[in-house]
C-alpha cells in the first residue's frame, strides 16, 4: 500500500525517523534540479540538497499536519536559496556554466548541448526572482496556484509574471551570439 507524503511526514514529526528516508528519495532529484537550476552550480546544489533535508529533520515539527509536503520542502528550499545567495553575495557574472551530462544515451546530440548551454547562460541573465519563477513552473512542474501560495501572491499576478519572465528569456537566446 502507497503511502501519501503527508502520511510519512506525519510519521517523521511523530518521531519515526525512519520514514525521513523515503520522504528523502521521493524528493531528493526534484530539490536538486531545483537548487541547480536556480544557482547554476552542482556543487552548491549538492550541499544545499543535503542541508535541506538536515532542516527537514530539525523542523519537522513546523510541518502542519494534512497541509502538501511538496508546498513545505519547496518553502524551506526557496528560503535556502534565498539565503544562500545573500551569504554568497554573488554576482550573477560569477556563474559558471552548469556541464550538459547525458542521462540516456551515450551519443549526445551536440546541438543539443550547445542550445541547453545557451539556455544555462540566458538564464543566468535574469534576475534571481525571474529565474526562481522559470524553474518552479517549468523545470519543477509546480502549478500556478502553488507557486502563488509560495510567493503570496495571485494566480493571474503568476501567469503575467511566467509570460512576461519566458518573453524575456526568448529575446536574451535569441540575441545572444554562438560565441557567448
Known sequence: MEVSDEQLM???????????NEVFHRYSKRI?????????ERADSDDLTQELFVRVMRYRSSYKEGRSVQFWIFQIARNMVKDHFRKM????????PVEV?????E??????????????LAMKKLTDEK????????????????????????VSNIKVQVHRTIKELKEVYFEMSDDE
Open 101 to 105: 551530462m547525458p542521462e540516456v544515451e
Open 10 to 20: 506525519s510519521l517523521v514529526k511523530a518521531g519515526q525517523l525512519d520514514y525521513l
Open 107 to 120: 551519443k549526445v546530440d551536440e546541438v543539443a548541448i550547445e542550445n541547453e548551454k545557451k539556455l544555462h
Open 131 to 154: 529565474r526562481e519563477l522559470l524553474v518552479l513552473s517549468k523545470f519543477q512542474g509546480m502549478k500556478y496556484e502553488q507557486i502563488a501560495k509560495l510567493r503570496d501572491t495571485t
Open 89 to 96: 553575495k554573488v554576482h550573477k557574472d560569477q556563474f559558471n
Open 32 to 40: 536538486y534540479n531545483y537548487f541547480l537550476k536556480s544557482t547554476l
